[in-house]
């Protein structure tokens, strides 16, 4: 497995990290949890060392997963997580007092069988809680021991500023991918500046980009991309032109469309870790791969002159909304 570093951290990585949402919720059917136990040891095995989890997957179910799984290896592994809602009062939405950011910390420790978290993000941004408050707190807890590194997720630019100044982000995770580029205007220039990481989340497009779902796709009830504009019937119609113009270089390439995705975003910045979902150890080990899969420059060029654009909304309306501005 190749190895990345987020930013000028030092914090390194593999190239392409495990995002293990998907092991406790939002995509369905969810898996047996013992079998995403042995998953994500035979990811270990296979030179797997980054695993991205956090509190509101599950709730909690996917930290305690994660821990479990990793215990036996915790010295190999780099293991981020994250805090941001209101989990216990049953209120919900963004929380990131200083006591609530303590405590949660404190619970994600023991359900991650662990003395430190490798990178602590702040999941969502709160607009009731300056991001200077969030910053220092997350650094009285690097100075306590109990986390090692600092980051932000769907943040903007000014956010990203602000916290920095207080605390030296390492990384940001946000959306990327060839179907959503909107971090090239002002994220990855603010990020370079500053030295920070970017580690995209659906780097595939969750899923849609692996050429796996067309417009006659059904999802089981509950599944997220039900409500999501973007999976709609006629967006999918319209999107498969991403789907097209990627399988025609896999072609050429002895490759996969999801491979080539995911080498588009690694020939972007070095400094760039996308945390692909699976749980299914054939797609991982096809992801893995796509870092050994190397895009001259004018398959660069065609995939930039194509400039897909693609079709629905990325979230619904009240996940939008969420999003730092």
């Known amino acids: 497995m190749q190895k990345r570093t987020l930013g000028a951290s030092q914090l390194e990585v593999s190239a392409i990290g495990l995002g293990c949402m998907g092991m406790s919720q939002s995509y369905l059917p969810i898996p047996d949890r013992d079998e995403m136990i042995a998953f994500t040891r035979a990811a270990v095995e296979r030179g797997e060392t980054f695993f991205d989890t956090a509190q509101v997957y599950g709730p909690f179910h996917n930290e305690d997963l994660v821990g479990e799984a990793l215990e036996p290896v915790r010295d190999q592994v780099v293991i981020a997580t994250k805090f941001g809602f209101d989990l216990e009062s049953g209120r919900g939405g963004a929380d990131s007092r200083p006591e609530t950011i303590k405590s949660s910390v404190e619970g994600s420790l023991k359900r991650l069988r662990t003395d430190t978290i490798d990178l602590l993000y702040q999941h969502r941004v709160d607009p009731n809680v300056p991001i200077e408050d969030v910053a220092g707190t997350v650094k009285e ?9 600092f980051g932000l997720s769907e943040a903007s630019p000014r956010t990203i ?7 030296p982000v390492t990384a940001l995770q946000s959306e990327y991918s060839l179907w959503w580029r909107e971090p090239e205007d002002e994220i990855l220039p603010t990020l370079e500046e500053l030295g920070i990481g970017f580690v995209p989340f659906s780097p595939l497009g969750k899923g849609f980009l692996t050429g796996s779902i067309d417009e006659s796709t059904t999802f089981d009830d509950g599944d997220f991309r039900n409500s999501v504009p973007r999976f709609d019937a006629l967006a999918r119609e319209a999107n498969r032109a991403f789907v097209e113009l990627l399988g025609r270089i896999a072609e050429r ?4 469309p999801g491979q080539i995705a995911l080498a588009w975003l690694l020939a972007q910045k070095p400094w760039i870790v996308p945390i692909p979902g699976t749980t299914k150890l054939h797609r991982f080990e096809e992801n893995i791969a796509a870092a050994d899969v190397a895009l001259t420059p004018d398959e660069l060029r065609e995939i930039e002159y194509a400039r897909v654009t693609a079709e629905g909304a990325r979230y619904a309306e009240a996940q939008e909304r969420m999003i730092d501005r």
Do not use: N, S
């Open 141 to 149: 807890l690097i100075e306590a021991g109990k986390v090692k590194h």
């Open 161 to 167: 500023r602000r916290a920095h100044a207080v605390q």
């Open 253 to 256: 390439k002895d490759a996969t």
